[in-house]
T-cell receptor, first 113, second 114 residues
Framework: DAGVTQSPTHLIKTRGQQVTLRCSPK?????VSWYQQALGQGPQFIFQ???????QRGNFPDRFSGHQYPNYSSELNVNALLLGDSALYLC????????????FGSGTQLSVL | KQEVTQIPAALSVPEGENLVLNCSFT??????LQWFRQDPGKGLTSLLL?????REQTSGRLNASLDKSSGRSTLYIAASQPGDSATYLC?????????????FGQGTTLQVKP
């Protein structure tokens, strides 16, 4: 059983560019959340998707947007990249209506030059 | 606003020692608390999940406790090994269901020396 998979693992972009990160949830999971983790910090919640809609959002600007597909996979898009967007982006999946723990992917390391 | 704090930020111990990592949170109205392990540049591995109605959870050499009223949780690692070296993060979920966001502490980086 594959866990949460994220792609790509590493990405280098320049300021002003746009980036798309992808996530496939663990089998049986229907809810996907995205987190940003800056170096030396704990992860910060970006947003959560369920039934193809954004359900909750953290304190992130509109440059951060997402999408969830019918197969529960998800994308995180970041427009007009800033140097401060350099971070590890983590995807987590869970099954709504249960008390199961959250499962995280290995992350995408984004470097903005 | 919920805030999560982990002390110490870093810890170095000799192999075989028992140790305790601390996590405190400001709002006791949590739904559950989860401890994670993170290796450098990697994702998070869930270690233990404690529901708000529970006092502790155990898995192998790990034991996590929860005291909601005082806003504290501890992660006890018995007989530490070099392979336990990693960053340990605690996270709380507020609200009344398992759909809320996780709020993380900054982590404790543990080094176990052979």
């Amino acid at each position: 059983d594959a866990g949460v998979t994220q792609s790509p693992t590493h990405l280098i972009k320049t300021r002003g560019q746009q980036v798309t990160l992808r996530c496939s949830p663990k089998s049986g999971h229907d809810t996907v959340s995205w987190y940003q983790q800056a170096l030396g910090q704990g992860p910060q919640f970006i947003f959560q998707y369920y039934e193809e809609e954004e359900r909750q959002r953290g304190n992130f600007p509109d440059r951060f947007s997402g999408h969830q597909y019918p197969n529960y996979s998800s994308e995180l898009n970041v427009n007009a990249l800033l140097l401060g967007d350099s971070a590890l982006y983590l995807c987590a999946s869970s099954r709504r209506g249960t008390n199961e723990k959250l499962f995280f992917g290995s992350g995408t390391q984004l470097s903005v030059l | 606003k919920q805030e999560v704090t982990q002390i110490p930020a870093a810890l170095s111990v000799p192999e075989g020692e028992n140790l305790v990592l601390n996590c405190s949170f400001t709002d006791s109205a949590i739904y559950n608390l989860q401890w994670f392990r993170q290796d450098p540049g990697k994702g998070l591995t869930s270690l233990l999940l404690i529901q708000s109605s529970q006092r502790e959870q155990t898995s192998g050499r790990l034991n996590a406790s929860l005291d909601k009223s005082s806003g504290r949780s501890t992660l006890y690692i018995a007989a530490s090994q070099p392979g336990d070296s990693a960053t340990y993060l605690c996270a709380v979920r507020n609200g009344s269901s398992n759909t809320g966001k996780l709020i993380f502490g900054q982590g404790t980086t543990l080094q176990v020396k052979p």
